[in-house]
């Protein structure tokens, strides 16, 4: 059996999205931990950071199944989620320019700025954030997964795979796994952040939740502009992050907004 799949990529994360609504391909709920791991190989298989699903929705747009690199169910993953609106909006699934659609973490809704076949501009909005825990003095914010944030300078210098490794796998983490982000911050409203990703387990090229935790975690170290915007700064491109600062009595984020590309690399088969 041969499936049709679909490669995307945002600032570098890639995804291989699949057309499942019907869920004819995986009756069985999804496919097996093996399979997704290998469709995600980039030796063996085609080779992406996760496999995306699109299925039908009882409510909203659409729905979104997403897989980490390793196989197993991720959690929320924005700068796949803004693909696979593009995805969605190429299959005529969405006709307008505004999108609504599920996930592992609850409904998003999505505006789609810039649109062709290539190519596409998605502002993402991502649920509530409680304040940050801290951790060692690290904070650590749950942006639909978990991040956890080390500021430093030179970032360019610094070894993300081995030193996020280390973080990743300590015995506080090991179970479940954490995203480890390495933070400079450039001025008020821009930063640059590497992510070492839990279920790829290598840095990633960009790393959408985790620019969205980054920028949080600038606010709450000082590192802020009028406007609640960032301009982050990643190895596969630019991204930008606003949100609404809690209110007064209030303990969370707010209107948090992931804006960035989406682009459409190529279709193909290949037997699952």
């Not at 307008?96 to 290539?118: P, R």
């Amino acid at each position: 059996m041969a499936i049709e799949f679909y490669k995307y990529q945002g600032s570098g994360n890639d995804f291989i999205v699949v057309d499942d609504r019907g869920q004819s391909l995986f009756p069985g709920g999804g496919p097996v931990q093996e399979q997704v791991a290998l469709l995600c190989d980039r030796h063996f298989g085609i080779g992406a950071d996760g496999l995306i699903l699109i299925r039908e929705s009882d409510k909203y747009d659409f729905v979104m199944k997403y897989y980490n690199a390793d196989g197993r169910e991720g959690s929320m993953c924005g700068n796949g989620g803004r693909c696979a609106v593009t995805f969605a909006k190429h299959m005529a699934i969405i006709n307008q320019g505004e999108a609504i659609f599920e996930a592992v973490d609850g409904t998003h809704k999505a505006k789609i700025l810039a649109y062709n076949d290539k190519q596409s501009i998605i502002s993402l909005l991502l649920n509530n954030v409680d304040l940050p825990e801290t951790a060692d003095g690290e904070l650590i914010i749950n942006t639909g997964s978990p991040h956890l944030m080390v500021f430093c300078s030179q970032i360019d210098t610094i070894n993300v795979e081995e030193e996020g490794k280390i973080i990743r796998y300590s015995p506080e983490y090991a179970e479940s796994g954490i995203n480890v982000n390495f933070v400079e911050v450039l001025g008020n409203d821009s930063l640059f952040v590497r992510t070492y990703e839990r279920g790829v387990e290598r840095e990633t090229l960009s790393c959408g939740t985790g620019v969205t935790a980054s920028s949080i975690a600038a606010w709450m170290n000082n590192h802020r502009n009028l406007g609640n915007m960032y301009n982050i700064h990643t190895k596969g491109g630019l991204l930008k992050v606003s949100f609404e600062p809690p209110l007064k009595g209030k303990n969370f984020f707010s209107g948090i907004w992931l804006t960035g590309p989406a682009h459409f690399v190529f279709k193909g088969e290949i037997p699952l």
